[in-house]
């Protein structure tokens, strides 16, 4: 197949994220970047990523992670990132034609925007917004939850 249907180029859009316990925040992201385009493909954060950024193990496994993400109906490709940060070779080899960045992740649009035109990659970065707010789509959230409900 040569990535054409019906004469017009399919939009591929890319995600990044931990994704460490699947909530619903994450199924609202998912399905909003999905809507962007015909497909969807997903980078999870490498395990030493998450110790990096997050300053905690995952609770889960990257290879787990990406598991749970290839069952999900929206996505469509699945990776598991580089340990440190952006894989720009690997975004490249992925050739997005959208970057959707969720709404509480920490990226200027305009900056990685430009990150990604210096490393040859052309796409579009979009920012999903927040459907609503809410504890129930943040994981320290449920983990805090979980904490307080079963370690009396």
């Not at 992925?94 to 430009?114: M, T």
């Amino acid at each position: 197949m040569d990535g054409e249907t019906e004469g017009r180029k399919r939009i591929r859009v890319l995600v990044g994220g931990v994704f460490d316990l699947l909530h619903i925040g994450h199924i609202h992201f998912l399905s909003q970047a999905k809507a962007l385009g015909d497909e969807l493909v997903v980078i999870v954060a490498h395990d030493e990523t998450v110790r990096k950024r997050k300053r905690r193990d995952p609770v889960n496994t990257a290879e787990d992670r990406a598991e749970l993400l290839r069952a999900l109906k929206m996505v469509d490709e699945v990776y598991i990132g580089s340990p440190g940060g952006i894989d720009y070779e690997l975004v490249r080899r992925i050739d997005p034609d959208i970057v959707a960045i969720g709404p509480d992740q920490d990226f200027n649009c305009e900056r990685l925007r430009d990150a990604l035109r210096n490393h040859g990659i052309e796409a579009e970065v979009i920012r999903i917004p927040y459907l609503y707010r809410s504890d129930r789509a943040k994981t320290s959230k449920i983990i805090q939850r979980i904490v307080e409900a079963y370690c009396d």
